[in-house]
């Protein structure tokens, strides 16, 4: 039989609880679970001698089993006279004591602060199915009713699913009220006495009537599920809201796996219980072709600190194919959250090990161990070594982060886009960075493992290393200049828009001794941070212009003509609601194009980094690019959207691809001073290999 309303607004009719009740006959209906699923949080906020109000009783269990428990000052009602008949009928002789009265709890006839406890078990959720007018001022009935009914220090419990508008109206009603609010999570979405299942999991509220006294801050809490951990104490209702919420998307996260395998990637944040900071992200990946067996159905994957920003860690594509290549039906991959402190891989075992099973595939044996992965013997290393905040990208930390091996990095990070570097440059001893080799002084010294980790405390600076691809493959667009033979010495001017740490321009600076490098960074906490933490200085050779790049490049274009060799954009995005995140679309209009054409050389080149996922607005934007430089070099990053377009003012500069990796192999010859660092894995002419002409 569906006892189901056909459309929310019948919860809150009585006439549709008065033909509910007459279809049920007297089963007992447990709306969000019974006594034994409450009476823990119950017995914690009733006593024995309360006068307890339960509003919206219908034929429920609860009052009774209340009762034969020692709360027998119980007084029911409900709007049903099917439902209060029936209850008379069972308990008057049972249980004395008890009353059940036919009445509308939006309007009691009982005397002011007359209760110390009001329990309400759906009753909210039934009369507030949707937020139409009516409807809310039902609602605010009800609420203000049983503030009215209550005691100072009386508790109104209300068990609720929370939805949405429901808990916005809870929450925001009483804590307006200057009430205590406390939220318990009672279950993950099933009610085992009644069988029911929901997908969204039930709440114990429990708002505390208090006088307000000036001064004295607002308890809000969310208690947590764990004995005898602190409650989370929110700072405003909006974070105590959040709470919640969160706590509903992974009771649906795990409804969600535990019905089938997904195809789609599932990721989730797990909070600090005390601060409400986030720890740990998963990641949750089904491979349903993997030949599922005893031993291989679930594992974790811990990705070490500093890692996880890495391809195969950072990025969707990335963590399929370590899924792929680690072979389990089911991988959770874990990346630990900066801003938190992690003794061991032992003691992250431990302390995720209830939370894991909780999203394991059905079917797991009880007794399965579940094999905790990771790349590397540790947890890794990361250290914030500053953290500040940009007027226009917010919050940011530079850290130093162990990479592979003993590889140490130092990256500018967004915490808008966590997963996302911003900057990064490779640490090396500052013996290196002398180019000398080690004197053997004495025995000692001589017996050294040669592969010894050095400190991060005593790294510095490597200015030869380029760590984005994009980058290497932007230097090598250089070999397209004229007279490539002669250009390391030869005198270039380069504008580049977009500083970040100032790698590329550094880059420029110091092996194209020739160069005079402009740069435009229109966020003054860039530059801040490039200076102080990446090495970044100016010379006569090397400016920096803190504007807009728009505005700059289009008065410079008013002005004169023919300024730059080379003019390169590497900015990105700041709107994430376009397509494309590189750079912002201003970047690539029309007339903004021409004014680029206007400052650059008959024989320069204008390179672009393009970062564009909508493939229509891809198409647009290079017959737009095609209309104002007729000759283009794209070259594609494999395993990244990037794609570095090379173009040309004129179509006299075409170049085969044989020609362009030879003037590319020349170039490095000449790039590699004596006595200079070089990075030996950045080989120029392979940034040519598939480059194309669009």
């Given at each position: ?148 009914v209550l005691q100072c220090g009386g508790r109104y419990m209300c068990v ?374 990446f090495g970044f200085s100016q010379d006569e050779r090397m400016k920096v ?150």
């Amino acid at each position: 039989m569906d006892l189901l309303p056909k459309s929310s607004k019948e919860f809150s009719s009585s006439e549709y609880w008065e033909q509910f009740f007459r279809r049920r006959g007297e089963q007992a209906f447990e709306w969000y679970g019974g006594y034994l699923e409450l009476c823990g949080l119950l017995h914690k906020y009733i006593k024995p001698k309360d006068k307890v109000l339960v509003v919206g009783c219908g034929n429920s269990e609860l009052s009774e089993r209340l009762y034969d428990a020692g709360c027998q000052n119980l007084t029911n009602i409900d709007v049903s006279e099917v439902a209060i008949r029936q209850m008379n009928e069972r308990n008057a002789k049972r249980r004395p004591m008890m009353t059940y009265q036919l009445m509308d709890a939006t309007e009691t006839t009982f005397p002011e602060s007359h209760f110390q406890a009001v329990l309400d078990k759906g009753t909210l959720d039934a009369i507030l199915p949707n937020t139409e007018e009516r409807t809310l001022e039902t609602a605010t009935k009800l609420l203000v009713e049983i503030g009215r009914v209550l005691q100072c220090g009386g508790r109104y419990m209300c068990v609720s699913l929370a939805q949405g508008h429901v808990l916005d109206k809870l929450v925001n009603q009483f804590s307006q009220g200057g009430w205590m609010v406390r939220v318990h999570q009672v279950s993950e979405g099933s009610s085992n006495e009644s069988g029911s299942q929901f997908p969204l999991p039930v709440f114990f509220f429990v708002m505390t009537k208090v006088r307000q006294m000036p001064g004295f801050p607002q308890v809000l809490e969310m208690m947590s599920d764990k004995e005898g951990a602190k409650p989370l104490r929110c700072s405003s209702p909006d974070e105590l809201l959040e709470a919640v919420k969160e706590r509903q998307h992974y009771s649906l996260i795990r409804n969600r796996l535990n019905q089938n395998q997904n195809s789609q990637e599932v990721s989730l944040d797990l909070c600090d219980g005390e601060s409400g900071r986030t720890r740990y992200t998963f990641y949750v990946l089904d491979s349903p072709t993997v030949r599922s067996s005893h031993a291989n159905q679930f594992a974790i994957f811990i990705v070490p600190q500093g890692r996880e920003t890495e391809w195969l860690f950072g990025s969707e594509p990335g963590r399929r194919q370590l899924a792929g290549s680690i072979g389990f039906r089911r991988l959770i991959i874990v990346a630990l959250h900066r801003d938190q402190h992690f003794e061991s891989m032992e003691a992250i075992q431990t302390e995720l090990s209830a939370k894991v099973l909780e999203l394991a595939p059905s079917g797991l044996a009880d007794n399965q161990q579940i094999p905790f992965l990771s790349a590397g013997g540790d947890i890794g290393t990361r250290t914030v070594k500053f953290r500040g905040r940009s007027e226009l990208s917010g919050e940011f930390v530079v850290e130093d982060a162990r990479g592979d091996g003993t590889s140490y990095f130092r990256r500018l990070i967004f915490l808008s886009n966590q997963n996302v570097v911003q900057s990064e440059a490779r640490l090396l001893p500052s013996s290196t960075h002398r180019g000398q080799k080690k004197k053997k002084k004495d025995k000692k010294k001589q017996q050294q493992p040669a592969d010894k980790e050095e400190s991060p405390s005593s790294l510095i600076i490597d200015k030869s290393y380029l760590s984005c691809e994009h980058h290497k493959i932007m230097i090598s667009g250089l070999a397209l200049l004229h007279n490539p033979g002669v250009l390391p010495d030869h005198h270039i001017s380069v504008l580049v828009v977009g500083l970040g740490g100032g790698s590329l321009s550094l880059f420029i600076h110091d092996y194209f001794l020739g160069s005079r490098v402009e740069a435009i960074e229109i966020d003054p906490s860039v530059l801040d941070v490039a200076s102080s933490w990446f090495g970044f200085s100016q010379d006569e050779r090397m400016k920096v212009h803190l504007a807009d790049g728009l505005v700059y490049i289009n008065g410079l274009a008013g002005k004169e003509k023919a300024v730059y060799d080379v003019v390169m954009f590497d900015v990105d995005s700041k709107d994430t609601c376009v397509g494309m995140s590189c750079p912002p679309p201003a970047f690539v209009e029309k007339n903004f194009l021409q004014n680029v054409h206007k400052i650059l050389k008959n024989n320069g080149i204008f390179i672009l980094n393009l970062v564009c996922r909508d493939a229509v607005l891809k198409r647009q934007v290079m017959s737009v690019i095609h209309e104002v430089f007729p000759l283009i070099y794209a070259k594609k990053i494999e395993d990244e959207v990037n794609e570095i377009l090379f173009c040309c003012p004129n179509t006299e500069r075409k170049i085969n691809p044989t020609d362009l990796m030879e003037s590319a192999k020349h170039l490095e010859k000449t790039l590699k001073r004596p006595g200079a660092l070089w990075d030996e894995t950045y080989i120029l002419a392979d940034m040519f290999k598939s480059i194309q002409i669009v």
